[in-house]
């Protein structure tokens, strides 16, 4: 029986990706839109894209920009699509959080903001805004200097002392309009300073501003962690390579030759690889390496580490497993091959592979020793008829 592609995927289950080495889709919430102009005719917060890699408030005085009108009504995906780019993550709808004790004000800021496609949120004391900020994270806070009994000033550096909210922008909003008293907010790491009473607009066009900083900053952050992951992973079947390898293995090493627990090491590859690529072409060759790095995916747990070590070999690590363990895993692996075909032009190819296993001796050991007696044992699998696993 030769299973599609899709059949394939369902059956051993991609998606349950064993989180390692996975390089999924993107990870997408609810469209930033509908962020439609204000509807009182005044200054008007707006998400848009225009030109812009990543999406990004903006503020404009008057008008109405159609590009945001047009993505905003079109179809989910076409939103979707335009908010993010192909395959770029995005920020989501951007949030506020209010720390305002004067009831009237408060509320002005809430319709003010709520009205410009803002999820606002609200706090009348100290310690609602310390609880909203962690766990809301808000993109913004506005903050009185005056919050009832509390004082502003320490507030914000409470927030900005917290790692969980150091990175939020705060605005403060104050009726004292000192000299001093700016620079100090300014000092303890404030973006702004909005005096009351305020003019509306200028405080939208210095919420406006902060966001945009802010949206800039966030798709910079998702860009890097997109990065770090890459030069981690293997192109082709999404498995972790070599250089991530390096990095964690030697702490697998350490921990479990201090906690004596078993580390087991598993080389292994597909038979014959060569002439599956000579005869069929390299696309199924690749098709090959994919549907390996899927089974082995699926059969990883958590702390389990998958590398594409070369060409058609890959190593696993296999933290508290001993070697009898890797091999159950490796006749796991085998088994689903035997069900799972390739298909090439209605012919099925079923890929056979051979295993070499060993583990982390307690005494004397070293990471280098283990993967090439794993290495060994794959080689005397290949030499003794292939299509099996070898213990070194
Ligand atoms: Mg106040």
């Known amino acids: 029986m030769v299973w599609s592609a899709r059949q394939r995927d369902h059956l051993i289950g991609r998606s349950l990706g064993a989180g390692l080495g996975v390089v999924d889709g993107e990870v997408v919430d609810p469209p930033p839109f509908p962020l439609g102009p204000a509807t009182d005719g005044s ?12 999406f990004a408030p903006i503020m404009e005085e008057t008008g109405v920009d159609h590009r945001v009108d047009a993505v905003a009504n079109a179809p989910t995906d076409d939103r979707v699509r335009h908010g993010i780019g192909a395959g770029r993550k995005w920020v989501g709808r951007m ?60 507030l914000c550096r409470q927030l900005k002392a917290d790692p969980a909210t150091a990175a939020v922008p705060i605005i403060f909003l104050t009726a004292r309009h000192a000299v001093h008293d700016r620079v100090r907010g300014l000092e303890l790491g404030a973006v702004d300073y909005v005096p009351k009473p305020f003019e509306l607009e200028e405080l939208l066009a210095r919420v406006g501003s902060a966001l945009r900083v802010k949206a800039s900053q966030d798709a910079l952050r998702a860009r890097q962690e997109e990065l770090e992951t890459l030069v981690h992973t293997d192109a082709l079947t ?19 030759q201090r906690y004596r627990q078993a580390l087991a ?61 890797a091999a159950r895993l490796v006749e796991r692996i085998r088994a689903q091959l035997r069900r799972l075909p390739l298909s090439v032009d209605g012919q099925a190819i079923y890929l056979q592979i051979s295993a070499g296993v060993t583990e982390l001796r307690a005494e004397g050991d070293s ?22 696993v070898c213990f070194g």
């Open 367 to 388: 990471i280098d020793a283990a993967v090439e007696r794993a290495d060994q044992a794959l080689l005397q699998a290949k030499r003794t008829g292939r299509d099996r």
């Open 43 to 54: 200054a008007g917060a707006r998400m848009g894209h225009g030109d812009r890699p990543h």
């Open 265 to 325: 090491f598993v080389m292994l590859d597909i038979d014959h690889f060569k002439r599956i690529n000579d005869v069929y072409g390299h696309s199924i060759g690749d098709q090959g390496l994919r549907l390996l790095a899927d089974l082995v995916r699926a059969e990883l747990r958590l702390t389990d580490v998958a590398v594409r070590w070369g060409g058609e070999e890959f190593l696993l690590m296999l933290p508290a497993t001993d070697r009898d363990g």
């Open 238 to 256: 999404g498995l972790y390579n070599r250089r991530f390898l390096d990095e964690r293995i030697a702490q697998e090493v350490v921990r479990a």
């Open 95 to 154: 949030k506020l959080l209010v720390a305002e004790d004067d009831d009237g004000v408060r509320q002005l800021l809430r319709e003010t903001f709520a009205e410009r496609g803002l999820t606002v949120e609200e706090a009348w004391t100290g310690a609602q805004t310390l609880q909203l900020a962690r766990e809301r994270q808000p993109d913004l806070i506005l903050l009185d200097v005056q919050l009832g009994d509390d004082d502003g000033f320490a």
